[in-house]
Each structure stands twice: as structure tokens, then as C-alpha cells.
């Protein structure tokens, strides 16, 4: 995410540590680089006009603070301009007037409408709400399907739609259910178009005016930049979103669309898809993606992902078999499931501070799905005993072990040698050995 964006405005920081002061001249050189970043990220040029006339602004103004190194001073104003660009504060769903709250998602077909609606009503849940998925969209061929096969690995409740139904009596028909059945949320998945079309905004009219949303979302794919902007603002104009919903921000998506978005239509983005996986949605805060584009990291974020995956007890028991070595196969597949629910080690370590810039310096660290399906394969053909004693598995357990995932010996040889690495690894690190304490209570 923002990756050639951040790597500018780096550039651009660093040419500032060095020097004494801000002047007209390391100023108006300094912006007129931010300017073509941001231009090259495809921010609107409206947009980045007035962000850089602001910056400039503060940066020769009163507020620059003397014996403050010039460098931290500016990343500090931009930073605060980019919260400003990107919507201020945190934007929260609105749910608050009706039960069940309704809330539509719109937008063009292959946004990722139908994956954003299970992704929300799998984040609702977390809050502890009761959401109600509705399959509306008639047109593109087996999103119905799509819905209900999500909503069922879900385990969320959802309305039994077909496709020979139409969009206006289903949305009416799934809100009577959901009524009655006592849901806290619905769902609303309404069809999308290749292309914004008359039809097709009467249509959503129609279900705004029978359902009377809370909350209209307009759901966008960040990869197409300012196509998404103007997308947007013709929705804005016939439906009145209250929010956005950028998906594919994993991707290559430069960034424009997120930086221009609020500026333009006045509607802050909601919520960011990070990845195809059904938790990777994250709601969208403004300081913390300021603070990811300027390499600041973003733990806050890293830190509520573990949270919802690992209670503390669980941590603690962890760190004491790390500790004395008694981290088994049966604790790796654990933490390597829980591993995939987060995200690829890549997302994890964009969001340490600092360790944008070295992860840039390393190169891809992503460890492809498929290779930690080989691990688990290799995992799950062990006995329990096995796994929970790996001192046990010797040439004819490994034998076996390869055979039963259909893999090489070599394959179980190289995973055995490298956990033994890593456990005797941990050890030291935690302070089991001889070496230094580490900063883990021992227990
Ligand atoms: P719809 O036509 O708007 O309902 O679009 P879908 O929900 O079917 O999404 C279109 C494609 O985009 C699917 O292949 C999704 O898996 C993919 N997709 C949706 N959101 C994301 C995201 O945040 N990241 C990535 N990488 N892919 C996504």
C-alpha cells in the first residue's frame, strides 16, 4: 500500500535533515517534489494543489518551531495534512436509530461489493452485533452463490435470495425477516453494473426510499484511482452515500483514490479491504495510514490484529515454552494458522515502524499460502505424539510422514531441521539459556 509514495516523500525528508533551517528556497524545492509524488500516486491535481499551498504554508509560517531539526518539522506538517487529506478522525458506522440498522452497499460490479458485505458483517460480529446478510445482486451471475457460500463459512444468518428475484422485493422482503427473526444489522449486497446506468440508480432509489438505510457505503476498487473518484461522486450525487469502502488496497493501488476521495465528494472512507481473506477489512484511520505512507509503521493497527487472535493467557503460555524449548509442531501449526488469519508477514512487518524501509532493503519476504500449506500438509501427517515430541519422529516416522502428505522426505528433513534451529533460536532469545534474560517474566 502507497509503497512508491512513501519511498518519494522519504526521499524528500531526507534531503531536508542536514540543513539549518526551512527557507523559501529548501521549501519551494522540497514541495515541488511532494507535488509530483503526489501527482504520480494519482492523487487528484485539485487535491494536491491545495494540500501543497497548506504545507507550504505551515512550513514558512509561524508554527515552525526554532532548533527543531528542519526535517522532523516538515514530516510532521505533511503528516498532519495527509490525516486532513485522508478524512480526519476516524469515521464510524452510524448504526444508532432503528433496529435492525440497514445498511446498503453499492457500487460497480467486481468492486468487491459481495466480499466487503461478508467482510462487515463478519467485523459487526466481532462487536458483538447480530448481522443479516441479503443477496441483491441479480445481475452478475452467481453472486447470489457467492453470498451465501461466505455467509455459510461465516456462519452468519442470510436471506435465501434467488436470481429470479427482483432486487426491490428482495431488499423489502429480507428487512421483514430480519424483523422478526431479531437481527441487529442487515446487509444489503445490491447489484452493480459494469458502468453507472439510469437503470440501475432508479433501482437503488427505489430500495433507499423502501428500506430507508442508516448507512449507504459505496463500496470502490482503490486500484482504478481517479476512476473511482468520479465513480463516486456520481453515486454521491443520486443516492447520497455516507461512506466508502476502498477494497484492494493490498494491491498496487497507488493511492490516489484514498487521498482524493474525501475531498472531493466530502464522504470519508469507512473501512479498507486489505486482501481477499474475509478478515482482512480494517476500519479506516486516518492518522494511522498517514503515519504507514511516512514509513512511521502502524502498531497500533498490528497490535488490535494479535488482540483479536491470542488472549493473554495464551501469549503468556507461549513465551514459557519458547522459553524452555517445549514449543512443539502442535504450537508452530497453532501459531501458523493464526499467522495466515493476520496476514502475510509482509503486511505484519509494513506496520512495524522502521521496518518499511528495511523490509525495502530485503526484498519480498512474503512466504506464499502455498508454502505454508506444504508446512501444515507435512504438520497434520503426524501423530499427535509426534507432534506434540518431535524428538520421536525418526527415518521411519519420517518415512511415513512423507508419504502421508505426498511429499518428499526431503521435504519432512528440511522442516524438522529448521524447527529444531528455530526452537534452540527461541530459547536463547527468550532467555532460557545461558545467554542474556529475555524480557519474558520466567514462570
Ligand atoms: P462485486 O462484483 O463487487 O460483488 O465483487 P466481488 O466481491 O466478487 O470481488 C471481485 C474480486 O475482487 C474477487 O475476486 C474478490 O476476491 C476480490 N477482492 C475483493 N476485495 C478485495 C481486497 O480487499 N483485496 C483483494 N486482493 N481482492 C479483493
Do not use: W
Amino acid at each position: 500500500m502507497f509503497e512508491t509514495l512513501s519511498d518519494r516523500l522519504n526521499g524528500v525528508f531526507e534531503k531536508f535533515s542536514g540543513q539549518k533551517t526551512l527557507n523559501e528556497e529548501n521549501v519551494q524545492a522540497g514541495l515541488r517534489e511532494v507535488r509530483l509524488a503526489l501527482l504520480e500516486a494519482d492523487v487528484n491535481f485539485k487535491v494536491v494543489k491545495e494540500f501543497i499551498a497548506r504545507v507550504g504554508e505551515k512550513c514558512l509560517g509561524q508554527d515552525v518551531l526554532k532548533g527543531v531539526d528542519p526535517a522532523q518539522q516538515v514530516i510532521k506538517i505533511v503528516h498532519d495534512e495527509l490525516v486532513d487529506l485522508l478524512g480526519g478522525d476516524t469515521t464510524e458506522l452510524d448504526l444508532a436509530g432503528a433496529k435492525p440498522a440497514v445498511v446498503m452497499m453499492v457500487g460497480l460490479q467486481g468492486s468487491g461489493k459481495t466480499t466487503s458485505s461478508a467482510k462487515l458483517a463478519n467485523l459487526l460480529r466481532k462487536q458483538n452485533k447480530k448481522p443479516f446478510l441479503v443477496p441483491a445482486d441479480v445481475y452478475r451471475p452467481a453472486a447470489i452463490d457467492q453470498l451465501h457460500t461466505l455467509a455459510k463459512q461465516l456462519g452468519i444468518p442470510a436471506y435465501q435470495s434467488t436470481p429470479d428475484m427482483n432486487p426491490v422485493d428482495i431488499a423489502s422482503a429480507a428487512l421483514d425477516e430480519a424483523k422478526e427473526q431479531g437481527y441487529d444489522v442487515v446487509l444489503i449486497d445490491t447489484a452493480g453494473r459494469l458502468h453507472i446506468d439510469e437503470q440501475l440508480m432508479e433501482e437503488l432509489a427505489t430500495i433507499k426510499g423502501n428500506v430507508s438505510p442508516q448507512e449507504i457505503l459505496f463500496v470502490a476498487d482503490a486500484m482504478t484511482g481517479q476512476d473511482a473518484v468520479t465513480v463516486a461522486e456520481s453515486f454521491n450525487e443520486q443516492l447520497e452515500i455516507s461512506g466508502v469502502v476502498l477494497t484492494k488496497m493490498d494491491g498496487d493501488a497507488r493511492g490516489g483514490a484514498a487521498l482524493s476521495i474525501k475531498s472531493v465528494t466530502g464522504k470519508s472512507v469507512k473501512f479498507v479491504g486489505m486482501g481477499e481473506k474475509l478478515s482482512e477489512m480494517e476500519i479506516f484511520h486516518p492518522d494511522r495510514i498517514a503515519g504507514r505512507i511516512l514509513g512511521m509503521g502502524d502498531v497500533l493497527t498490528l497490535v488490535e490484529k494479535a488482540q483479536a487472535e491470542v488472549s493473554e493467557k495464551e501469549a503468556e503460555e507461549m513465551a514459557r515454552k519458547m522459553q524452555k524449548a517445549e514449543f512443539d509442531f502442535e504450537d508452530f501449526r497453532t501459531q501458523m494458522r493464526r499467522m495466515k488469519k493476520i496476514g502475510s508477514l509482509d503486511s505484519i512487518l509494513k506496520m512495524i515502524p522502521g521496518m518499511g524501509a528495511l523490509k525495502n532493503k530485503l526484498g519480498d519476504l512474503n512466504v506464499p499460502d502455498s508454502e505454508l500449506n506444504r508446512v501444515e500438509a507435512i504438520i497434520n501427517s503426524m501423530t499427535n505424539q509426534e507432534r506434540r515430541n518431535p524428538q520421536l519422529i525418526n527415518q521411519s516416522r519420517k518415512e511415513r510422514i512423507a508419504k502421508g502428505c505426498g511429499l518428499k522426505l526431503k521435504d519432512v528433513n528440511d522442516l524438522i531441521k529448521s524447527f529444531t534451529q528455530m526452537r534452540q533460536m527461541m530459547k536463547q532469545m527468550m532467555g532460557g539459556g545461558k545467554g542474556k534474560k529475555g524480557k519474558f517474566p520466567k514462570l
